[in-house]
């Protein structure tokens, strides 16, 4: 019965499969939401281009596409694009061109089509800023990685929050997460980082990639915006994005679009301005203090071995069989917040951390030896010792944590102790943001 029921199922799953291919094979392209380009040509002057040849295309900025696209490729006697030749990612982006690698590939790849999902959006004033930010954060990233973007507010010129900034958000959301590269950091980001104000970007920007290190974020977006009087245009609205990286260059983009679309937004404050706490940030020496023993009776290692094994047989006999004369902790590691800490190689770490509260883990195995020679580690979940802890920091004054592990039963395994360091200190020169001027073009046209 076993044997029939695995044939049915593996012909099922043969027969969906085959359909689904079938199913992609026969639908043709949708031209309503799809940008139609071409392959023009290839790096390397070839005929045919190939499996890791690079590939020009007609498709660039100013057809939505940016570094780390991914085109699909048909046939040029295909005019309804049945069926994908290929698949090729975008390496260097221009603004009416691109060139991008064959990653995958059905025959030689010719002067053929190449395709991408249009970019949707709802402004045509914020498109063309926002799409020029979203070209400045993947630029400097290799075309494969995805990049953690955390969006933050757009205030106006009182601090607040309004309809209008609301807007410009929901607009940046919407064309930023079409792109299957940009990740949101979703809601687990330090509350501390919205004590920070874009104008204060460049003053804190050490500060606050040290947040974005712990949150395991790689780009914060924020902005701010203000009404200005033009003579010849009218009233015009100023808006600048900030780009804070924690890998990369920082950035301002400056702009001017119409307020007249606007004028009902921006006066309608949704979130009125209020001030933060800063937090300060403090150096953390975390040092790791094991505790190695050294068994002196048979009747010690047999305590040992009795308290170890709580009545599992198969432990007992591994440990009574590993004549082991030395205990020590094995496989040490401390987590605090997300950040993971092994000390297989060094007993101590310096690391920042901000004012306020962090969650501290620490665990190691339990590790028998015979001398110097490594005989076996107790690795069930049960038997890992482990301990959390809460640390609150109130004084932005260095600190120290000494963990002590201790192997031996009827020990507290882990010890924290925590206590302040005073240190000199040197003046730190920050880095001025760098800024852009945009100047609004006409960025698509289908």
């Known amino acids: 019965m076993k044997t029939i029921t695995a044939v049915i199922i593996c012909i099922s799953i043969f027969i969906s499969v085959n359909c689904i291919a079938a199913d992609e094979k026969n639908l043709p392209v949708n031209t309503n939401d799809t940008t139609i380009g071409q392959v023009t040509g290839n790096l390397d002057g070839k005929f045919k281009i190939l499996l890791g040849d690079k590939a020009i295309t007609n498709l660039g900025k100013k057809s939505g596409v940016i570094k780390g696209d991914i085109f699909k490729l048909y046939d040029k006697k295909d005019p309804k694009m049945m069926d994908t030749i290929g698949k090729c990612a975008v390496v260097d ?120 290190e712990k949150d395991q974020i790689d780009v914060i977006i924020s902005g701010t915006y203000k009404i200005k009087e033009d003579k010849e245009k009218g009233k015009r609205i100023e808006l600048s994005f900030y780009k804070i990286d924690k890998n990369w260059e920082d950035l301002a983009l ?65 440990l009574r069989r590993a004549e082991f004369n030395i205990v020590t902790p094995t496989d040490f590691t401390v987590t605090i917040d997300k950040n993971e800490f092994r000390f297989d190689k060094q007993k101590e770490y310096i690391i920042p951390l901000s004012t306020g509260n962090h969650t ?61 360091k005073s240190t000199r200190s040197a003046t730190m020169m920050k880095p001025v943001l760098q800024r852009e001027i945009l100047k609004p073009v006409e960025t698509y046209k289908d």
């Open 93 to 212: 982006i221009y603004d009416m061109s691109s060139v991008c690698e064959i990653i995958e590939m059905k025959r030689e790849i010719g002067v053929d089509n190449a395709t991408i999902k249009k970019l949707k959006y709802e402004d045509a004033n914020l498109l063309p800023p926002i799409f020029a930010l979203l070209t400045k954060i993947v630029e400097p990233y290799p075309p494969h990685k995805e990049i953690r973007v955390f969006i933050y507010d757009i205030f106006d010129e009182n601090r607040n929050v309004t309809k209008f900034s609301e807007k410009v958000k929901s607009e940046m959301k919407k064309i930023f997460f079409q792109k299957k590269r940009i990740k949101s950091a979703g809601r687990g980001v330090s509350s501390s980082l919205f004590a920070y104000l874009p104008g204060e970007y460049s003053e804190y920007n050490k500060e606050i990639e040290e947040y974005l």
């Open 360 to 420: 501290i883990k620490a665990s190691f195995k339990k590790g028998f030896y015979y001398n110097d020679t490594f005989l076996v580690a107790l690795s069930d979940q049960d038997r890992i010792a482990q301990k959390d802890a809460i640390l609150t920091i109130d004084r932005p004054e260095d600190l120290v944590i000494e963990i002590e592990a201790n192997p031996l039963p009827r020990k507290e395994n882990i010890v924290f102790k925590i206590y302040r």
């Open 254 to 318: 400056d702009t001017m679009i119409p307020a007249a679309p606007y004028t009902q937004l921006v006066s309608a404050v949704t979130v009125p301005f209020t001030e933060r706490k800063k937090e300060k940030t403090v150096n953390c020496q975390i040092i790791y203090k094991p505790v190695h023993h050294k068994t002196t009776s048979r009747d010690e290692r047999n305590d040992i071995i009795s308290y170890e094994t709580r009545n599992n047989p198969i432990l007992e006999y591994t």
